[in-house]
């Protein structure tokens, strides 16, 4: 219960394409949903976040979807570009003050010139 | 902008020995965490810190690992007798009040 499922496990998106991650997550409990950019030889580091009073959050050209019925959220990145190309972790957490939070298995997208 | 920096990056021990890994969180921060990523795997947590004691620990932090904030900039990990299982990037990170996790870039452990 404690998992949060994401896929695809790699994405290959052209230029100025949309790529688009999702996630599952069961626990209920949950409150918190982040979104994790790594790039090789690097820490993950925030993205973009939602909590799920909200369907929709954007920040430039990305944006997290969230459906909370269907226990699911998901990363668009519009006009994606060669430098979008990173591994992206969804993750979840409850909202406490320690905040530990259950990633996904990341995506490697990579965005083709 | 602040930074969790963690030393050293690359960390190659033998089996059975011990190894501390470092880090320095960013300095107003009052939660501090260890996370752990097997080559090619997720993200998963290993223990938070807060108040000078563990807050929480998962089923991977076991006897072999503890932490430590010794002084008011450093925090350790430290693994007693390392197996070959225990290779992994290990990654610091930390945070305040707010929920923004701040990692830093990790330390590559490599068991021989």
């Known amino acids: 219960q404690q998992q949060v499922k994401q896929s695809p496990q790699s994405l290959i998106v052209q230029k100025g394409g949309i790529s688009i991650i999702n996630c599952a997550y069961e626990n209920t409990a949950f409150d918190y949903f982040p979104w994790y950019q790594q790039f090789p030889g690097k820490g993950p580091a925030l993205l973009i976040a939602?909590?799920?009073?909200?369907s929709e959050k954007k920040e430039g050209r990305f944006t997290i979807s969230f459906n909370k019925s269907a226990k699911q959220f998901s990363l668009h990145i519009m006009d994606s570009q060669p430098g979008d190309s990173a591994t992206y972790f969804c993750?979840?957490?409850?909202?406490?003050?320690?905040?530990?939070?259950?990633f996904g298995t990341g995506t490697r997208l990579l965005v083709s010139p | 902008e602040p930074e969790v920096t963690q030393t050293p990056s690359h960390q190659v021990t033998q089996m059975g020995q011990e190894v501390i890994l470092r880090c320095v969180p960013i300095?107003?921060?009052?939660?501090f965490y260890w996370y752990r990523q097997i080559l090619g795997q997720k993200v998963e947590f290993l223990v938070s810190?807060?108040?000078?004691?563990?807050?929480?620990k998962s089923e991977i932090f076991d006897d072999q690992f503890s932490v430590e904030r010794p002084d008011g900039s450093n925090f350790t990990l430290k693994i007693r007798s390392t197996k070959l299982e225990d290779s992994a990037m290990y990654f610091c990170?930390?945070?305040?009040?707010?929920?923004?996790?701040?990692f830093g870039d990790g330390t590559r452990l490599s068991i021989l």
């Open positions: 810190f807060y108040n000078n004691e563990i807050s929480e």
């Open positions: 939602i909590r799920p009073d909200v």
């Open positions: 300095s107003n921060h009052l939660y």
């Open positions: 990170a930390s945070k305040n009040r707010g929920q923004v996790l701040h």
């Open positions: 993750a979840a957490s409850m909202n406490t003050g320690f905040q530990k939070l259950v």
